[in-house]
């Protein structure tokens, strides 16, 4: 299996993308990576942080696509980027999967236009995997698009439940649609409609999910446009993050609460890591016509290897075959 | 001062509403309170509970607002309901302010409806306080508009900045449009045409607000329709309920945890009240003609004391008139 890695995204690369892929290919049987990004950058990086380019392969890539660059630059003026490149690669079937942590805006434009949508689907959408209580749950869409109409939500609850079917092995995965009551006639036109539309559709749809349960495990799959799915995701961000810092200050305020927080270091290590974004691996880009995983901005070698994994096992599953047909059929009924 | 007190609204009235009440009558000066509902039940209840309704009046009102029903039936099928007669003492100026633990939604057409709107106010809008790094930020409109136009937000953001400057003493509050970036070409078109409205607003706009630093303490001021603002009350609560469980979970693994619990038991404490809603009293109803605090349903004999309290502190502020004075300024501007 062949993953495609773009070598220049996210705030640590070059160094911990190649230590990641090293990771993989040591740990996952049967991978090969092909990088895209400079060839010279890669080889003296890898060279410095002495790094084996074993099992994989470097194509070329002369630019690299800055998170602060509009977007849909990548289409003209970054058609060389290391983003750019691993997208085509993918649409011509060089590889599996592709793996960015690079801009996420401009990775959706790649995954829509370069790779290219499922046949039917509208928007392509990002799905986050977002630890909540007893393991965790896939928010899409988490950003991609602000303005959804109705049957978009329907698109992303297939997929999403497909993606949590095939990547987390939940049978029957529970469908939510994040809105601000539990009854039928709540929210804005926009969740009276798509509700309807869930109601019908070959997922297990539980109803409305008000924000509340979201974190205590109320549904597995939280269906929203992705203005309401970004605030979702970043005030799930903020608030882990207040209050992380708010526990931590409860240990430090002296000798017996330090004592005390040795008492509870075990614990207080397992909550951290179950509420770490990274053991979760990256965002899949739910509807492009090839899998792209787009990993955590700030990942580390070892997140990185967990997205590559991500990718091999999504891969094995054959999760966008799925999709695709769940779409066909969707289109065939309507 | 008289504060209307509906003994007929939340979980646990009306035993915790009356005890509040004395509270209130005992330890603020010069309050007198207006109770509405059934008076041989309230009688009976302060028996019962041996409230004394000293300084206390009693308006009968045959009905309760069940919050079940459909809000607007306040208008008509329940027009005499405690909560219906609270709202029109107000608007007869019979009291000061009124304070309501009953269904929020019923509430927000009582101010509407029966207390009525300040001249030129679209919508009655409710302000959460919500409790964040070094204090505490008010959200509006926390659910009473799930749709809302810009100029709604111009005038929560108005609004919203009154009172927190009168209430919890602010010279400038920080006023955050809730969006999904911090560029002012993001969002929505709400979004979108908001900022613009923002910029020209006497208040002290910061700009855009991304939901991650509002539990941070980045706004004062986070204005947001009605859909997003209740989704994030609804999250913020979520996630504060799921973390507080988990880590209590820490201190009950055995024997050393339990005793580390000890050692930090002062600062989980200080902590907890930090995080707890009702030290901040109830939600404002803004844009009503008359002061309407909403107390939380759940509210026992302290929530209502405070919430009595904050609708005294208000009143003595004048926030009332000081936003028909800005409102009035806003309308003459435009």
Do not use: W
Not at 133 to 142: E, F, I, N, R, V
Not at 228 to 247: D, P, Q, W
Not at 254 to 281: C, H, N, T
Not at 289 to 312: C, E, P, T
Request: hydrophobic letters at 40%; one cysteine or more; aromatic letters at 6%.
């Amino acid at each position: 299996m062949k993953i495609i890695v773009d070598a220049f995204g996210g705030d640590n690369a070059p160094a911990e993308v190649l230590k990641g892929c090293q990771l993989a290919v040591s740990e996952l049987d049967g991978v090969e990576i092909i990088l895209t990004g400079d060839k010279d950058v890669i080889e003296k990086s890898a060279k410095e942080h002495q790094v084996s380019l074993d099992h994989m392969e470097i194509c070329h890539a002369s630019q690299v696509m800055d998170i602060h660059i509009e977007p849909t630059a990548l289409l003209k003026d970054f058609s060389d980027s290391s983003m750019a490149v691993g997208c085509r690669l993918l649409a011509e079937k060089k590889g599996d999967a592709f793996v960015s942590a690079g801009s996420t805006g401009a990775l959706v434009v790649g995954a829509t236009f370069l790779v290219k949508r499922i046949k039917g689907i509208k928007r392509v959408t990002i799905g986050s995997v977002i630890p909540c209580k007893g393991g965790c749950y896939l928010l899409t869409d988490a950003g991609a698009n602000a303005d959804c109409r109705p049957e978009m939500l329907l698109q992303f609850a297939v997929m999403g439940s497909i993606y949590m079917q095939k990547f987390f092995g939940l049978p029957s995965p529970r469908v939510g649609l994040v809105n601000i009551g539990a009854e039928e006639t709540k929210g804005t036109q926009l969740q009276l409609d798509a509700y309807r539309l869930l109601k019908d559709a070959p997922v297990h749809f539980t109803g409305n999910i008000e924000p509340r349960d979201i974190p205590l495990g109320g549904c597995d799959v939280a269906v929203a446009d992705g203005f309401t799915g970004n605030v979702i995701l970043k005030l799930t961000e903020g608030m882990g993050s207040f209050i992380s810092k708010e526990v931590k200050s409860l240990f430090t305020g002296g000798p017996v609460s330090m004592l005390s927080a040795l008492g509870v270091r075990k614990q207080l290590m397992s909550f951290k890591k179950q509420m770490d974004y990274k053991e979760y691996g990256g965002a899949p880009l739910l509807g492009a016509a090839g899998l792209v995983i787009k990993a955590h901005g700030s990942s580390d070698a070892k997140a990185f290897k967990n997205a590559i994994r991500q990718a091999v096992q999504c891969s094995k599953q054959n999760v966008v075959s799925e999709m695709t047909k769940a779409i066909a059929n969707l289109r065939a009924q309507s």
